[in-house]
């Protein structure tokens, strides 16, 4: 007799677990019960997010006439609170004269990358598609 | 803090670090995995350095 499919095993819920870990680093996974998973994660994106700032690497908005800084901004913005942390409460603003200023960019921009893959992470835990 | 070379080893510590996390569980996988992506990255950037090494730099770029 053939077996029915296995229904993926639900974790937790969804929305929760995806706004939580865009919102903070890692704590989608802290949410799903991977704490120490989530605090590396946490470590990583911030340790990457405060070199940025260090290098005064741009963290990018929208300006007009040049599409191309939405999607840099995107995936700034990816790393949730940090991002408006800096941009409105700390008024961070990179310097263009700087000497770290492409490097500290590339930071910035991977900090955002790598919470946007965490979320992505997380829903595929979330959806039993992953451990 | 601002050596390139510098610079980019620890950009290839920190995303290697973070996809070994994110793609292996086992140790003996996560060491291998880690070794693959940051020498890879800082062999690869190198390796780019010293095939661009003939070339002039040039004047540097206007800021805009």
Not at chain 1, 37 to 60: D, K, M, Q, T, W
Not at chain 2, 2 to 28: N, P, Q
Request: charged share 10%.
């Amino acid at each position: 007799m053939p077996q029915p499919p296995a229904v993926p095993e639900r974790r937790g819920n969804a929305v929760v677990a995806v706004l939580s870990a865009w919102l903070v680093p890692g704590l989608g996974q802290f949410y799903l019960k991977r704490p120490l998973r989530g605090l590396a994660f946490f470590a990583l994106v911030v340790a990457s997010a405060l070199i940025g700032c260090h290098l005064e690497g741009n963290l990018y908005k929208v300006l007009a006439g040049q599409p191309l800084t939405m999607l840099a901004t995107f995936a700034s913005m990816g790393m949730g609170f940090l991002y408006f942390l800096l941009r409105y409460a700390l008024h961070y603003q990179g310097n263009i004269m700087g000497a770290g200023y492409e490097y500290g960019t590339a930071f910035l921009l991977t900090a955002g990358l790598m919470n946007l893959l965490l979320v992505l992470d997380v829903w595929d835990i979330v959806r039993g598609k992953k451990e | 803090m601002l050596s390139h070379f510098l610079l980019m080893v620890l950009y290839a510590l920190i995303v290697s670090l973070f996809f070994t996390l994110l793609w292996r569980r086992e140790r003996k996988e996560q060491i291998r995995l880690f070794l693959q992506i940051f020498l890879g990255m800082v062999g690869g950037g190198l390796l780019v350095a010293w095939l661009m090494y003939p070339f002039p730099s040039g004047p540097p770029a206007p800021i805009p």
